[in-house]
């Protein structure tokens, strides 16, 4: 290990140069990862609160493979479908719509009402055993008929506290609670109640719910193709939703360019490196060194380095999501940070591998001056 930290310390600006690259990839990494978190935190925290063991939807007409919230019609016949499959207590409605919101009646008029702002309204059945952690803030936690229970970052947008009357889809809704922030496809939700979905969404007669949520795991195998519906966990569920998918495709896959990247600057950095310490190798290997050890020599050098890197790029990623949390929707975790860390460090240290395989093959008779 003596020439490979010999090195570094000879050749600060070189080392130093690949431990910033390191660093920077490495920064980006968790800045990106924390992203991703955050983004798909907005798109479904909401689903996730449910707990649900089984989300139905309706089939996906024609040849598509994947069902979907917006377009899902659940009717009395498939309602009743699943109830009889399953029994009625382990089948709730759930209405999931996306509409405007404002402060104060329709028959108020515009003077008393504030500007309108997206919601996303959630319709649940009285007394429903679903989103059992939801959190309330002040006021209740879940509405009757007639009531709303908004998420904080709803409230404040609208500057309403429990007892104040909320417009939704020009209905008139009294705010009961204020709740934790939940998120659907990025926008806030209002926890509102089934019996005044239909209003609110403005559905047709035929329409029972958007899905329904079962309360068990367990369901009779033909059920889904017999009512032309589609079962699956809350997990599964998640591909249903509006441009997930794809928003969370496109960021992963940006990681994985990423990870690509940093392995392949330090396989180019070492190769190069390797090739001009040739002759300082074939002296320790003239000298008595077994391959062992300059390959050795050679892998601490680049494990110092990269550590080096991925520290500081983690340290600077964690400031930077701390920071970056208040203005975007950052989720910053232990997961988030050593992930990128640990993973850029075992990548860089398998592209040195192949980079130092040089090493092994260096011929002693070149420090002896032979050919």
Not at 316 to 331: D, H, T
């Amino acid at each position: 290990m003596f020439l490979s930290l010999r090195d570094i310390t000879f050749a600060k600006g070189r080392f130093a140069l690949l431990a910033t690259v390191v660093a920077l990839i490495t920064l980006l990494l968790v800045l990106l990862t924390g992203l991703t978190n955050g983004l798909g935190h907005q798109n479904t925290s909401a689903l996730e609160r449910l707990e649900a063991q089984r989300i139905v939807l309706q089939a996906p007409p024609g040849d598509s493979d994947t069902p979907s919230f917006t377009t899902s019609q659940i009717d009395e016949k498939q309602l009743t479908t699943w109830e009889d499959a399953v029994g009625a207590d382990q089948v709730e409605r759930l209405g999931i719509t996306q509409t405007s919101a404002s402060r104060g009646t329709q028959s108020q008029g515009d003077s008393a009402r504030t500007d309108t702002t997206a919601v996303a309204g959630i319709a649940l059945e009285p007394g429903t055993s679903l989103a059992p952690g939801l959190t309330a803030t002040s006021g209740a936690t879940h509405p009757g008929k007639g009531e709303v229970v908004l998420s904080e970052t709803l409230a404040e947008d609208l500057k309403v506290s429990v007892g104040d009357t909320v417009s939704m889809g020009g209905t008139s809704l009294k705010a009961t609670g204020i709740a934790e922030d939940e998120y659907y496809s990025h926008v806030p939700v209002a926890w509102m109640s089934t019996e005044d979905y239909p209003a609110v969404a403005h559905t047709s007669p035929e329409e029972q719910a958007t899905a329904l949520a079962l309360t068990t795991a367990d369901y009779p195998q033909d059920v889904p193709g017999d009512s032309d519906t589609v079962a699956l966990d809350t997990k599964g569920s998640l591909a249903a939703l509006p441009a997930y998918q794809s928003e969370r495709g496109s960021l992963l896959m940006m990681q994985a360019f990423l990870y690509g990247i940093s392995a392949m600057v330090v396989i180019s950095f070492l190769t190069v490196w390797t090739i001009q310490r040739t002759r300082d190798i074939a002296v320790l290997r003239a000298l008595g060194a077994g391959r062992k050890y300059v390959v050795v020599d050679s892998l601490v050098q680049a494990a110092v380095v990269l550590t080096v890197g991925v520290l500081v790029g983690g340290a600077l990623g964690l400031l930077g999501g701390m920071l970056a949390g208040s203005a975007v929707p950052f989720e910053l975790s232990v997961a988030s940070v050593a992930v990128p860390v640990v993973g850029v460090l075992v990548l860089g240290l398998l592209g040195s591998l192949l980079a130092v395989r040089r090493v092994s093959t260096v011929d002693p008779m070149i420090a002896l001056g032979g050919n």
